[in-house]
């Protein structure tokens, strides 16, 4: 099931399952988000594009090979709680996803997962995890990220501005962690780097489409910037192979060493604030 919203200042989509947001138009204007043409809206399967929900790990699961990758929160059915409309005409929509026989089956622990999403002149999409184990019960560490798809005109005109001078981890080269040179950063090959303590906001400049989008973000340590490029493009059943052109991934998150620890009750929130920079 999907859920259209359209309000005073943007319209916007978002599937049930996930909880995912696929679509973004500030105004008139284009799509801010990229979904692929080839992906799969099946019961079960992760959607290729706008904005996976990564909950409890991120990429492959530590010791277990057979877990769903990114998680098990972007191939729920999730609950739609609300739909609000504000006075300034944003469109609000809650949905939440608790801990049930299924996800007890991978991760056994008692969590309840609240995602709001505002369509208004910025995409603002605010993850809140609890911790429902019972007081005196078990603490648990988990992984989460907003795994945003930009979409752009051609991803070798774009740069993106905001991660000078932080450390990342160079998953293209052998994990080593490296120090980010440039004060705006090009993506010329596969890219998939994790840049720590970084809780300022990125610039996306298109120099295609002549456009600059801002990633901003609250309660997020961690920022992952990935595209496939040509080559892995191709081994991606749910990815055409020229599209690894038309975005890039930059993600809010909390992962590796900035993974989140809640005691039981304690709740987490994630912000993220995606819009034109005017």
């Not at 769903?68 to 809650?94: D, I, K, Q, T, Y």
């Not at 906001?201 to 997020?220: F, L, Q, T």
């Amino acid at each position: 099931m999907r859920v259209e919203a359209l309000g005073g200042h943007s319209s916007g989509v978002v599937y049930l399952q996930g909880a995912h947001v696929t679509s973004f138009r500030p105004g008139d204007g284009e799509d801010l988000l990229f979904v692929s043409a080839r992906s799969a809206f099946e019961p079960g399967a992760a959607i290729r594009g706008g904005v996976p929900i990564c909950f409890p790990w991120f990429g492959p699961r530590a010791g277990d090979a057979d877990a769903p990758m990114h998680g098990f929160a972007r191939r729920s059915v999730w609950e739609l709680e609300a739909v609000e409309r504000a006075s300034g005409g944003e469109v609000r929509l809650v949905l939440s996803l608790r801990d049930g026989a299924a996800s007890r089956a991978v991760w056994d622990h008692g969590f309840a997962l609240r995602f709001t999403v505002e369509f208004g002149r910025a995409l603002v999409m605010t993850l809140e995890t609890t911790n429902r184990n019972p007081e005196g019960g078990d603490a648990f560490t988990f992984e989460s990220a907003l795994h945003t798809y930009l979409r752009v005109g051609d991803i070798e005109g774009v740069s993106i501005e905001g991660l000078q001078g932080r450390s990342y981890i160079d998953k293209m080269d052998a994990m080593k962690v490296k120090v980010e040179q440039a004060p705006a950063l090009k993506i010329t090959g596969e890219t998939d780097r994790v840049y720590q303590g970084t809780p300022d906001r990125c610039v996306v400049r298109d120099a295609s489409w002549k456009r600059a989008v801002a990633v901003e973000k609250e309660g997020s340590q961690t920022t992952v910037i990935w595209n496939p490029w040509i080559e892995k493009a191709e081994r991606l059943k749910d990815m055409g192979d020229d599209e690894w052109r038309l975005f890039v991934c930059v993600e809010s998150a909390n992962v590796g060493e900035h993974a989140v620890t809640l005691a039981p009750g304690q709740t987490h929130a994630m912000r993220a604030t995606l819009g034109p920079v005017t």
